[in-house]
């Protein structure tokens, strides 16, 4: 396998970090992009390893950070909370627009090597989402699997909406051991001017290509209701929804991976199978 770090840059000079990992060789291969969640990364916890899987089995994977991710100069870690204050739904489409157009107009590392007219999609959380999304947009979108998708990018009620305006920020708590971050009144102004481009049921609903729907059943960040309900809308000829017993948001991980749990082996084996009957190899 070869394992190769690059950096896309936007016209404002924000960065996309991004890992590719193909097999070796000469092999044209297709590429699977995998999108992080939020408060993800490209280096958390399962998704090197998912990379790592999918290149074993025959995919060149591209996994890739959200330039406001808050990943700055440590890969581990969210340590950049200033950026992080600043990303919203605005910039991540902006994001996937430019991954996806350096993908498909040979802008990558080994890019030779790379089968463009089917390419998969696998996103963790809100990215999975996104995902489903950015299909109905590029056509060359031929597979998408799902990892605790969300239905809705409106998460917030009333009350939460107020308050952020009024405080100017809202406060994004993490880990016991970690302080929050927060996210300025800009995220929530985005979230309501991009509400046509980000309903996802409804693009679940017109979708004419094979999605996978993965959610774990103990899922409380992302209920398996909403696994659910983006299920209900899609197409049973083309689509699947399975559940993953035992399984949380995260599949029974944490960050660093150390040994994969076993609702991951099976989230990764799903999504393994699931790309190799549904594109070319």
Known sequence: MIESDFTLSHPNQLKV????????????????????GFLGFKDWGFFPY???????????????????????????????AEGFSRNSTTQELRDWDLVMDALLLGRMPLA???????????????????????????????SIVTWGAIRSFDRFDAETRRRWRHQGFLE??????????????????????????L?????????????MFLHGRRDRRVPLSE????????????CRFHIIENAGHTFQTRHPLTTPSLPLLEAVSRTIDWFRNTLPR
Not at 52 to 79: C, V
Not at 119 to 136: E, K, M, N, Q, T
Not at 176 to 197: F, G, I, K
Request: contains cysteine; aromatic residues 4%; positive net charge.
């Open 172 to 197: 994004v708590p993490r880990e016991e051991h970690e302080a929050p971050l927060r996210m300025t009144v800009a995220a929530l102004e985005a979230l309501e001017r991009n509400d046509h481009r």
């Open 112 to 142: 030779d090597r790379m089968r463009l007219n089917a390419v998969g999609a696998v996103g963790h959380s809100r990215g999975g989402s996104y995902a489903i999304l950015l299909s109905r947009q590029v056509p060359q979108i031929a």
């Open 199 to 211: 309903e996802v049921l409804k693009a679940v609903r017109e979708s004419t290509i094979p999605i």
């Open 17 to 36: 970090r991004c890992t590719l990992r193909i097999p070796a060789g000469k092999g044209i291969v297709t590429p699977v992009v995998v999108a992080h």
């Open 227 to 238: 696994g659910e309900r983006l299920w209900q809308r899609a197409d049973p000829q083309l």
């Open 50 to 80: 998912l990379g790592r899987r999918l290149s074993e089995s025959g995919f060149a994977a591209i996994t890739f950070n959200h330039a406001l991710s808050g990943i700055e100069d440590n890969p581990w870690k969210i340590d950049d």
